[in-house]
């Protein structure tokens, strides 16, 4: 402790990215000794050092991947090493109520801030200086609020204030922002940002991995040490079934089929090899997917529309384009999708599913083939077996929490 506070102080006078990332890194040593869940929540988050937050600690997105940037220019903010292990503790509360991705698109960014501060500091003995904590919001309001609850509550209860003077947060021409997302409140939150839905579901998966490695990596007894509704959200998480990334599964997919060869200098001609004027071949990725979607009415208009436009959004990029044939117990007319063309105008919302209309309508119109990709989106309630024709390449997305089919070719993706 006595070394990581000198540490500080040297910081406090010159830093440089190689001592702080030192101090730091000492830091989260010592989180990971007295709160182990929140020292390894911490030791999963890709660290880098630069100038764009607005305090020494900010959690912000690089796609999908959840990171701890470093402003070496505040560490005047943070006195000794007891505040910022305190800090660091507060930011891996935001990690574990997921709360860069529930308010990553949030319209009130700075009252969003305030209510995740107070949720996060309920469970803190001593918040991160100039933050918001319960007390100091509930004068501001000039009301009583619950302890220990969801920052949803808080920020409900700021949002009923009209006026941003009334939480005594105007410093110059009404602007909230200079004064809620400096560095004397602790942790900037202004690289929350915003992701987009496929970013989303990448995000939540990976955030809840990083929450159940904590679990797995500690005991019964170490978690037993922590307030009870940190534990329950642990369980929460940990309880949630697994779920393969469909976008990922679908890429890697996408990016290792064939659609016959094309000329190409970057390759020699293998039959003369000698003359480097001839061009070889490379593989066309393929270009066109076959999507089959269930028309059970179980499966709402948004959720569906969501997910062909993310698979638009996927086949973009390979200049491909989604077939999508609905279907029920039989199959319907398909219709081809192509960019900026509208996902659905009208469903034809059917009875009993009938997996096996699928498979029998590639073999009867000899559409089966090694390279083809096959996207079945279901709620998952149809036939127990099926006959496949042996073919594979499938990637069922399902929407409800289980599949039918005893043994489905291909992969399948529980979406939730």
Request: aromatic letters at 6%.
């Amino acid at each position: 402790m006595a070394n990581l506070n000198q540490q500080i102080y040297q910081l406090q006078q010159h830093s440089t990215a190689e001592e702080s990332e030192k101090a730091v890194g000492a830091a989260i040593m010592a989180v990971l000794a007295a709160q182990p869940v929140y020292g390894i929540l911490l030791t999963q988050l890709p660290r880098f050092h630069r100038n764009d937050a607005h305090a020494l600690l900010a959690l912000g997105w690089q796609g999908s991947q959840l990171m701890l940037q470093v402003n070496d220019q505040y560490w005047a903010a943070v006195k000794n090493a007891s505040e910022l292990q305190n800090l660091l503790m507060h930011v891996a509360l935001h990690v574990l109520w997921q709360q860069p991705l529930r308010y990553a698109s949030s319209k009130t960014p700075v009252a969003s801030k305030i209510a995740c501060d107070v949720a996060v500091n309920e469970y803190l003995s001593e918040p991160p200086a100039g933050s918001f904590t319960r007390a100091r919001l509930a004068a501001a309001l000039q009301q009583s609020l619950p302890e220990k609850a969801d920052s949803s509550v808080y920020l409900s209860a700021i949002l009923k204030r009209t006026q941003p003077a009334e939480l005594g947060l105007i410093r110059h021409n009404n602007d909230v922002t200079a004064t809620a997302q400096t560095g004397s409140g602790g942790d900037d939150h202004g690289l929350w940002g915003s992701l987009d839905v496929s970013e989303q579901l990448q995000a939540t998966a990976q955030l809840n991995t990083m929450i159940q490695q904590s679990v797995a990596q500690t005991t019964s007894v170490q978690r037993g040490l922590l307030p009870s509704a940190v534990q329950a959200q642990l369980m929460d998480v940990i309880q949630q079934p697994a779920q393969i990334l469909w976008q990922r599964v679908f890429a890697q997919m996408i990016g290792q089929t064939s659609h016959g060869r094309r000329e190409s200098h970057a390759r020699f001609n293998r039959r003369q090899p000698q003359r480097m004027t001839l061009a070889g071949s490379v593989e066309r990725l393929t270009r066109t997917v076959q999507v089959f979607m269930d028309e059970s009415a179980s499966i709402s208009d948004d959720t569906m529309a969501r997910l062909i436009a993310e698979l638009q959004a996927l086949v973009r990029a390979q200049s491909s384009r989604v077939e999508v044939h609905p279907f029920d117990a039989a199959i319907h007319e398909a219709v081809t999708l192509t960019p900026g063309q509208p996902v659905l105008k009208q469903r034809q919302i059917g009875g009993g599913t009938r997996y096996q209309v699928i498979f029998d309508w590639l073999h009867e119109n000899n559409r089966i083939s090694r390279d083809m990709i096959i996207v079945i989106l279901t709620d998952g309630a149809g036939e127990k077996e099926l006959l496949d024709y042996g073919y594979q390449r499938v990637l069922w997305v399902v929407t409800g929490s289980k599949m039918s089919v005893q043994t489905p070719p291909g992969q399948v993706a529980i979406l939730n």
